[in-house]
């Protein structure tokens, strides 16, 4: 599967973006679809994932602020980012993997075999 990430900009402290993944499958809905970030200095981490039947993980940096969700008919996932923090500020990746037959954390980087280029966010104080 081919995942293309957008949405990501230039915003204040306080703002909001809604970034963006497209998959390439008509199966979208056999996919579980997770958010993951990389901050300047940082090692990848998980933000925010929604599996196969809808349920949602966050991490606790994020939870409350950005709510994940996932358009299978449209093979499309977003992440809407409300009440941005400079330490938001990072590059975003969308990733999937297919949720069948296992169980799944959905958190671990790990999991997840498919994932898309980035999109830049960055959030000026």
């Known amino acids: 599967v081919q995942l293309q990430a957008s949405g990501g900009g230039l915003v204040q402290a306080g703002g909001s973006l809604r970034l963006k993944c497209v998959a390439s499958?008509?199966?979208?809905?056999?996919?579980?679809l997770g958010w993951f970030r990389r901050s300047p200095g940082k090692e990848r981490e998980f933000v925010a994932a929604?599996?196969?039947?809808?349920?949602?993980y966050y991490s606790d940096s994020v939870k409350g602020r950005f709510t994940i969700s996932k358009y299978n008919g449209e093979a499309t996932g977003y992440l809407q980012m409300e009440s941005l923090k400079p330490e938001d500020t990072a590059v975003y990746f969308c990733?999937?993997?297919?949720?069948?037959?296992?169980?799944?954390?959905?958190?671990?980087?790990?999991?997840?075999?498919?994932w898309g280029q980035g999109t830049l966010v960055t959030v000026s104080s």
């Open positions: 990733a999937v993997h297919e949720d069948i037959g296992k169980r799944y954390s959905y958190t671990l980087a790990s999991e997840y075999d498919s």
């Open positions: 499958t008509r199966f979208f809905n056999r996919y579980c």
């Open positions: 929604i599996n196969w039947i809808g349920n949602q």
